[in-house]
């Protein structure tokens, strides 16, 4: 058994298309700016290192000229495209190798620097433009290892051992690797949740829309019901005070059994609330809401059986369902373990409501073939789905299902029973559930 396929039809993509703004990236350019002049005005005058001023300050100004033509043309709310923002950081990669050449290559601590597009990239870009951006940083570096001018000092030229310089290539190649690796596999955690938090939110959306539609349907049907009951009895009295081969009599009989077709159709409206979603905050016992969450998703060959488990059988009142407010959250939650389980199970589905003087527990089982054992203590994360999201398949269902419950004060524990299949239990404390009484 795997996660159901999340209820809403959100789309999935590894980023979205505008990932970061031009502002941003331009703001960025200008701080990295004029952190590189002022070094080079304090190396070349302040510390009096014979510096090749001139082409550190070509340089410099190059990348100036670039960021200035940006900002004209880029709009304040303008956001990048992924290939956009990946050659804009590629540009800063190749402007800092630049820079290291006439000034020492990996020689120069400043090398470092190499770094700073790359991150930016594993926090903001998707995994090819990162990866691609490693590649680049590293070829530079390789580059900067074999060819660049000497390091500025002042006696003598100063010679490092080539073993450090090796040294320093692979520390710098391993760290770009490691830091683009760790950077983007912690930023995509957060959009991943972002995204399941955001489908979570689309989908109690959609449940409190239908709640409220149902109570506009009941809230309809009992103000039309007076209007209509007048109406009935008008026809009724017309009825009797008119005579059958009267030419209106016909007309009459008809107003009358249309009338009452129109009560029988409000009276189903007003005590068949899962219609339309019903009462958000109508009470019932929690047996019936579980009947309420399964209907949508019976199938044929499927048996759904509820079971109910009081503390007491001899007790009448210990025995009879805790009653619950009617909450889009549990009748979705509830919903879409019970979807799960119908999807999966071989010829049945077995809901058990068992409750105490402290605790509610709603366990779902179904006989199917269980929870993948390497996915047990990861139930519940976004995007985890053993069907590798084929299908339409994201791995949000179980992801929502326990968000909403936990909105409830719910807290879900997922495991395989011994004989096979798989168990949901959904546990919240009587206190937290139960409605409160009104006090005067």
């Known amino acids: 058994m795997t996660e159901a396929t999340s209820p809403t039809e959100l789309s999935r993509q590894a980023l979205p298309a505008g990932a970061v703004s031009a502002r941003t990236l331009i703001t960025i350019r200008w701080v990295a700016l004029i952190g590189q002049a002022v070094a080079i005005l304090v190396v070349a005058y302040g510390l009096q290192f014979p510096l090749p001023l001139s082409l550190c300050i070509g340089i410099v100004a190059a990348s100036a000229v670039l960021n200035l033509v940006m900002q004209t043309r880029a709009r304040s709310s303008q956001r990048l495209s992924d290939r956009s923002a990946a050659l804009s950081l590629g540009f800063d990669i190749v402007q800092s190798a630049a820079l290291l050449y006439v000034t020492g290559g990996l020689e120069?601590?400043?090398t470092l620097l190499l770094l700073a597009p790359v991150t930016v990239s594993a926090t903001i870009l998707s995994l090819r433009s990162t990866i691609w951006l490693c590649l680049l940083a590293s070829l530079a570096a390789t580059l900067l290892t074999l060819w660049h001018l000497p390091l500025p000092w002042l006696d003598a030229e100063l010679h490092l051992p080539t073993l450090y310089i090796y040294g320093t290539w692979t520390a710098l190649v391993i760290g770009t690797v490691f830091i683009a690796?760790?950077?983007?596999?912690v930023a995509d955690e957060a959009r991943r949740m972002s995204d399941a938090l955001a489908a979570t939110q689309m989908a109690l959306a959609r449940e409190q829309q239908l709640s409220a539609l149902g109570g506009l349907a009941a809230a309809a049907a009992h103000e039309l019901?007076?209007?209509?009951?007048?109406?009935?009895?008008i026809a009724a009295d017309l009825s009797r005070d008119v005579p059958a081969d009267n030419e209106f009599a016909e007309d009459i009989e008809l107003l009358r059994s249309e009338s009452a077709r129109c009560s029988a159709i409000l009276a189903g409206l007003a005590n068949e609330p899962e219609?339309?979603?019903g009462d958000p905050y109508a009470q019932l016992p929690m047996s019936t809401l579980i009947d309420?969450?399964?209907a949508p998703h019976q199938r044929d060959g499927i048996e759904v059986i509820v079971e109910?488990?009081?503390p007491d059988e001899d007790d009448l009142e210990a025995t009879s369902d805790p009653t619950v407010m009617r909450s889009p959250e549990i009748l979705h939650g509830l919903g879409t373990l019970i979807q799960n389980a119908v999807q999966f199970a071989n010829t049945t589905v077995e809901v058990t409501v068992a409750w105490d003087h402290r605790d509610l527990l709603v366990i779902i089982e179904d006989d199917g073939p269980g929870f993948p054992h390497a996915m047990l203590d990861r139930l519940g994360e976004p995007y985890l789905s053993s069907?590798?999201?084929t299908s339409g398949h994201m791995g949000l269902g179980i992801f929502i299902a326990n968000t909403l419950l936990e909105r409830t004060g719910g807290r879900l524990v997922f495991s395989n029973r011994p004989e096979g299949g798989a168990r949901a239990e959904a546990r919240w404390r009587r206190t937290a559930i139960e409605p409160r009484p009104q006090t005067q």
Request: charged share 10%.
């Open 225 to 233: 019901g007076s209007p209509l009951s007048t109406i009935a009895v």
């Open 108 to 110: 120069n601590p400043f």
């Open 308 to 310: 109910r488990h009081g």
């Open 181 to 185: 690796a760790y950077t983007w596999r």
């Open 275 to 277: 219609i339309g979603g």
């Open 387 to 389: 069907r590798g999201g």
């Open 292 to 294: 309420l969450a399964a």
